[in-house]
């Protein structure tokens, strides 16, 4: 079984400059997260869709940051124009919820976003 | 509100050494707690978990139980071993599914 797959591993951008990352969930996995994980630091959520549905986007910084899940499969996150403090490591995770109840979440390898 | 905290690493310990990593939670309700992994190059794994008080996790030899009277969730192994060198992120899970991690602690096992 194929995991989470996110694309690009790496990227390097001047601040100012839009980025986007892109991520593919298991298969049949119908709820998706962003998270962003600062060095040092543990990840912490962005936003959760459910199917194309965002449920919970109160961490998103709106201003510059946006996300879709078209289809309610591949989901991308967006950032323009990119600050300083946008380094991070962006991780996209995948889980399955039926009958109320939230299966395990799995979780990409990461886009590591340096922003100069 | 709901919070995770982590001992401080990096903790560097000889193979076959015991390994405890302390985590302790601030949380409303019933939470279930977590253990994930990450090793050098890879996505975060979920180690192991418990859904209730008292309850044991256990996997791969690493272990950790629910103390809902100590708000603890210490992660134990007797024997550690050089392919164990990781980051361990504790971290629960509230009643409305959003899950909260520690800032994780990084293991060095030295041969």
């Known amino acids: 079984e194929a995991g989470v797959v996110q694309s690009p591993r790496y990227k390097i951008i001047e601040k100012k400059q839009p980025v986007a990352f892109w991520c593919n969930p298991i298969?049949?996995?119908?709820?998706l997260y962003w998270y962003r994980q600062n060095l040092g630091q543990g990840p912490e959520l962005l936003i959760r869709?459910?199917?194309?549905?965002?449920?919970?986007d109160s961490q998103l910084p709106k201003d510059r940051f946006s996300a879709e899940r078209l289809k309610g499969v591949d989901s991308t996150l967006k950032i323009q124009p990119a600050e300083l403090g946008d380094s991070a490591v962006y991780l996209c995770?995948?889980?399955?919820?039926?009958?109320?109840?939230?299966?395990?979440?799995?979780f990409g390898p990461g886009t590591r976003l340096t922003v100069t | 509100g709901n919070s995770v905290t982590q001992m401080e690493g990096p903790v560097t310990l000889s193979e076959e050494a015991f390994l405890t990593i302390n985590c302790t939670y601030t949380a409303t309700g019933y939470p279930s707690l977590f253990w994930y992994v990450q090793y050098p190059g890879e996505g975060l794994q979920l180690l192991l978990k418990a859904t209730k008080a008292d309850d044991k996790g256990s996997n791969k030899g690493f272990e950790a139980t629910y103390r809902k009277e100590t708000t603890s969730f210490h992660l134990e192994k007797g024997s550690v071993q050089v392919s164990d060198s990781a980051v361990y992120f504790c971290a629960l899970k509230t009643s409305y599914d959003k899950v909260i991690f520690g800032p994780g602690t990084s293991l060095s096992v030295i041969p």
């Open positions: 869709y459910e199917n194309e549905e965002a449920v919970d």
């Open positions: 995770a995948s889980s399955l919820v039926y009958q109320r109840e939230n299966y395990e979440q799995y």
């Open positions: 298969s049949g996995h119908n709820t």
